[in-house]
């Protein structure tokens, strides 16, 4: 398995508060990818990283927002959750330069009560 | 809109008969694809993928996909199904862009019967 690792695993939360998912790699890939899961949709693309401090938008970006002051480390952050964000999150890492597959995390389970 | 479909919520095969997840996307350019693997409770694991070339790719498990552009289908095929091989399935595709971004299909859940 890649590298990656994501906490928490499972979480609880209220309305309105502020939540921060993190993913941690080990392969000191350029490319991280917050993607999230629901039943009927597939995987949405939230934010991604193509390098420390660049960031950009992805299909589902309202509500959510990311950092990255390291290679290894990405944050996603719910300024304030919303029941409309339970979801399992995913992170992915793509190492470029002619590979093109991206490697998944193995998820947090966020619900938003 | 950039899209991929999986028109099969679901597809149910008998252990040792061949299966195929279909998928088709509508991207344009060029487009990378791939495949994808969930288990319950698990992260995706990657299968395999079409860059270029051979319109036959072949993957992890034993599965392949045959690549047709004048169709836009990347579907998954493996000749003699398993038990095991029961998951949820994903299509996906990364534009011509060097950010590597995918769009993935809603997935198609694969039940194998012994």
């Known amino acids: 398995d890649a590298g990656i690792t994501q906490s928490p695993r499972h979480k609880v939360t209220e309305t309105g508060t502020p939540v921060t998912l993190r993913c941690h790699q080990t392969?000191?890939?350029?490319?991280m990818y917050w993607y999230r899961q629901d039943p009927g949709h597939g995987l949405r693309l939230i934010h991604y990283?193509?390098?420390?401090?660049?960031?950009d938008k992805g299909e589902v970006s309202d509500g959510y927002s990311v950092s990255r002051s390291k290679t290894e480390d990405f944050l996603l952050t719910l300024e304030s959750a919303t029941s409309s964000q339970t979801s399992v999150y995913f992170c992915?890492?793509?190492?470029?330069?002619?590979?093109?597959?991206?490697?998944f995390g193995p998820g947090t389970r966020l619900t938003v009560t | 809109a950039q899209s991929v479909a999986q028109p099969e919520d679901q597809v149910n095969v008998a252990e040792g008969n061949p299966l195929t997840v279909k998928c088709t996307y509508s991207?344009?350019?060029?487009?990378?694809l791939f495949w994808y693997v969930q288990y319950p409770n698990r992260g995706l694991q990657f299968l395999l993928k079409?860059?270029?070339?051979?319109?036959l790719v072949k993957g992890s498990y034993g599965f392949e996909a045959e690549f047709n552009k004048s169709q836009t289908s990347f579907h998954l095929k493996k000749p003699s199904a398993l038990v095991s091989d029961s998951a949820l399935y994903f299509c996906?595709?990364?534009?011509?862009?060097?950010?590597?971004?995918?769009?993935f299909g809603q997935g198609t859940t694969l039940q194998v019967k012994p």
């Open positions: 992915a890492i793509n190492g470029g330069g002619g590979q093109y597959e991206q490697y």
């Open positions: 392969e000191n890939h350029r490319y």
């Open positions: 990283s193509y390098g420390v401090k660049d960031t």
């Open positions: 991207v344009s350019g060029n487009p990378y």
């Open positions: 079409y860059i270029t070339g051979d319109n």
């Open positions: 996906a595709v990364s534009p011509p862009s060097n950010t590597g971004k995918l769009i």
